[in-house]
């Protein structure tokens, strides 16, 4: 199976800034790498698709990079909505696989 | 407007049966690949299982020969039919939408899950 390693598992930020998570795949996906965003008691939402391709409808603050083994999702000018929970999925063979998490929270 | 509306879930006693529903509307179901994902209490999402449009399925090591994936294309309807249940399959279980009919498409849509609690 293909394993995917979030860093940093938790950060602090302020409204405002900018920040990056990174997501390492434990083998080559080529760009076959998704970011979902979660709230508490919520259902992810599909953020980027193909590791850089904004789904409908989400807005351009969020942005992707990468290829191969390493990935990045960064969000700029974060605002209270943004706080959450962050995940990284490849899809590029079956069993999927999901990182562990980012915890995004307010400083 | 796409729709993923799952059901089914509840409590249920070790080496039980349950059967989960996701009801889909708002695009052509029948040519689209879904899933399962499911995330325990606390933790992290777990995809579990998928079926393409044309039926293929796949399963994860942790519950394959125990869970079936299967479709209604005629009732716009996802399943998931859980035996031989054990209490680390208590989780919420999401339904999920493939971007194509195929593998290795993205996720575009979730449901908002139901939860399955195993427990004696």
């Known amino acids: 199976d293909i394993q995917m390693t979030q860093s940093p598992s938790s950060l602090s930020a302020s409204v405002g800034d900018r920040v990056t998570i990174t997501c390492r795949a434990s083998?080559?996906?080529?760009?076959?790498l998704a970011w979902f965003q979660q709230k508490p008691g919520t259902a992810p939402k599909s953020l980027i698709y193909a590791a850089s391709s904004l789904q409908s409808g989400v807005p351009s603050k969020f942005s992707g990079t990468g290829s191969g083994t390493d990935f990045t999702l960064t969000i700029s000018n974060l605002q209270p909505e943004d706080f959450a929970t962050y995940y990284c999925q490849q899809y590029n063979r079956y069993p999927y696989t999901f990182g562990q998490g980012t915890k995004l929270e307010i400083k | 407007e796409v729709q993923l509306l799952e059901s089914g879930g509840g409590l249920v006693q070790p080496g039980g049966s349950l059967r989960l529903s996701c009801a889909a509307s708002?695009?052509?179901?029948?040519?689209?690949?879904m899933s399962w994902v499911r995330q325990a209490p606390g933790r992290g999402l777990e995809w579990v299982s998928a079926i393409a449009s044309g039926s293929s399925t796949y399963y994860s090591d942790s519950v394959k020969g125990r869970f079936t994936i299967s479709r209604d294309n005629s009732k716009n309807t996802l399943y998931l039919q859980m035996n031989s249940v054990r209490v680390e399959d208590t989780a919420i279980y999401y339904c999920a939408k493939s971007a194509s009919g195929g593998s290795y498409y993205h996720f575009d849509y979730w449901g908002q899950g139901t939860p399955v609690t195993v427990s004696s």
């Open positions: 708002g695009f052509t179901f029948s040519t689209y690949a």
């Open positions: 083998q080559g996906i080529s760009n076959y």
